[in-house]
């Protein structure tokens, strides 16, 4: 699995013909409290049951707070056959502090 860092996120979502597939992986209300713009959300519990809402041909970034829960669904992700996984390192936590300061923290 790749990891990839805020500063890192921002530049390839800043330059990207085709933006990667953000999917948060934490709970509603974690989302509603703050998030990364145009991510999509399925909390963790949700992705067995959702799988066939993904791409496997569409890279995928999977965020969670810290990085931990999102790292477990992308390795989920890659042992059903999704290959173009990576995961935020640090998060939306990490987001906040290196990307966008004004973003909500908890």
Known sequence: MKTISASQLKLLIDTADTPPFLLDVREPHEFDYCHIANSHLIPMQS????LDQLSKTTPII???HHGMRSQQVAQYLMQHGFKDITNLTGGVHAWAS???PAMPTY
């Open 98 to 100: 290196e990307v966008e």
């Open 47 to 50: 992705i067995p049951s959702q």
């Open 62 to 64: 999977t965020i969670c």
